[in-house]
Structures are given as C-alpha cells and as structure tokens.
C-alpha cells in the first residue's frame, strides 16, 4: 500500500520572494504560483520540470531538493537528495529524479538512485524518474511562454477573462480573442485560462497571434 504525502519527509526551506513583476529567471529558481514562492532548482532541465509540474492539475504542491537522505545498507552507506517531491491533490506523493538521461550518469549515482529506490519501495513511497525527452516534449516552448505570460494576472483578471469566454464565437485565434469587444481579455489573463486549461488549444503550436484556440473546456463552460 502506498503512503501518504504526509509520511514522506520534506525538509523546511527558507522561501524566496514571491516574485515582483518582470521576474523571469528559469534558470535555477523558479517562481511557483502552486507553491506562492520561488524555488531553487538544482539545475536549468530541473527549473524546466517545473513547468510541467505547474501544468498538471492533479499537482497540488511540490517541494525542489526536498531531503537529503542517509541510510545505510548490509554492504554501504548511502547519500541521496531527489530533486522533487510531489504532492498530488489524492493525498499521495512522489519523490523524482530529474536528469538529460539516465544512460550517462556515474555508475555510483546509478547505485545510489537504485538504493533509494529501494528505500522508497519499502516505505511504500513512489520514486519515479524523469528524462529531458520528457520535459522538453512538444508542447514545452509554448506552454513556458504561457506561464511566464500567466504570471502578471491579478484574480480580477482572470475572473474577467473566465466570465467573457462563453460569449466569444469559437474557434478562434489568439489575435481574435484579443481584439474581441466589447471588453477583450488582457494578454495575461488569456495566457492564464490556456495554461490553466480553461481553453482547449494544441499547445504544440507555436506562441502568436495565429495560435488557433478551440473553446472553453466543459467547466469553465459550467462557471
């Protein structure tokens, strides 16, 4: 039987500031809207995950480099820091290791990231690893672009926004939707409901003007 998020340990971690507008470094911190606070990444791919991490409805929160680990076996001792903890809005979690691929690392990291694994099975934890291929998938420049986008939306904003879809004629591009009247969107907000998934669009399209939005999902469509 799997364990709880709550049997997992997680670290406290001093917080960075909440961004102010026009932070946008992804490089090794990453400023959260899941978790109201910037976190440190352990590297760029890492501050990439995030992103996917912010997408994804059934995450409710996450921790980067939540734990450093030791333990010891019947022939070693073992040292180890997964770079994210996941909690998932079921009441369960994850640990994950995040890496370009698995088929480059040290032969110790591969013994170590095995140990834990192990650790993890037997304390009925989920330990799953991740690869760039995964990260960087087709949708990955767009949906960056639209989180980055998303984060100047205030609450009234996006109510605003949220309020106006069912009025709109769909399909239609992101150029139409901006220059619908009466009261368009604003740039934000519209980046907020496509990321949020309150609009259906392929987001293997690229980040413009054309960009062809389907609609809104069923629930926003209900209020």
Same mark, same amino acid.
């Given at each position: ?11 406290p ?10 932070h ?8 959260s809207?899941?978790n ?19 997408h ?28 994210f ?17 698995f088929?480059?690392?040290t032969?110790?990291?591969?013994t170590?990231?095995?140990?834990f ?21 087709p ?15 205030s609450?009234d904003? %996006? $109510? @605003?926004?949220?309020?106006? #879809?069912?009025?709109?004629c769909?399909? +239609?591009?992101?150029?139409e939707? =901006?220059?619908s009247?009466?009261?368009?969107p604003? %740039? $934000? @907000?519209?980046?907020?409901c #496509? ?5 259906? +669009?392929?987001?293997?399209?690229? =980040? ?7 609609g ?7 209020g």
């Amino acid at each position: 039987m799997l364990a709880s998020i709550n049997s997992m340990p997680c670290d406290p971690v001093p917080a960075f500031p909440w961004p102010h507008a026009g932070h946008r470094n992804f490089s090794t911190t990453f400023p959260s809207r899941k978790n109201r606070r910037s976190l440190r990444c352990g590297s760029r791919l890492q501050a990439d995950y995030c992103v996917s991490l912010e997408h994804d409805a059934d995450v409710e929160q996450y921790w980067a480099l939540p734990h450093v680990f030791t333990w010891a076996t019947d022939t070693e001792k073992h040292r180890y820091t997964p770079h994210f903890l996941i909690a998932n809005r079921d009441g369960g979690g994850c640990y994950c290791e995040v890496q370009a691929s698995f088929d480059n690392v040290t032969a110790q990291r591969t013994t170590t990231r095995l140990a834990f694994d192990a650790l993890c099975r037997e304390h009925g934890w989920r330990f799953h690893c991740v690869t760039a291929v995964s990260v960087h998938g087709p949708s990955f420049p767009t949906l960056q672009k639209l989180y980055l986008r998303s984060l100047a939306t205030s609450a009234d904003e %996006l $109510a @605003a926004c949220l309020q106006r #879809l069912p009025d709109l004629c769909w399909p +239609a591009t992101f150029r139409e939707v =901006l220059n619908s009247h009466p009261a368009p969107p604003s %740039l $934000a @907000a519209l980046c907020s409901c #496509l990321f949020l998934g309150h609009l259906q +669009a392929d987001l293997s399209q690229a =980040l413009d003007l054309n960009l062809m939005i389907q609609g809104p999902t069923r629930a926003s469509e209900g209020g």
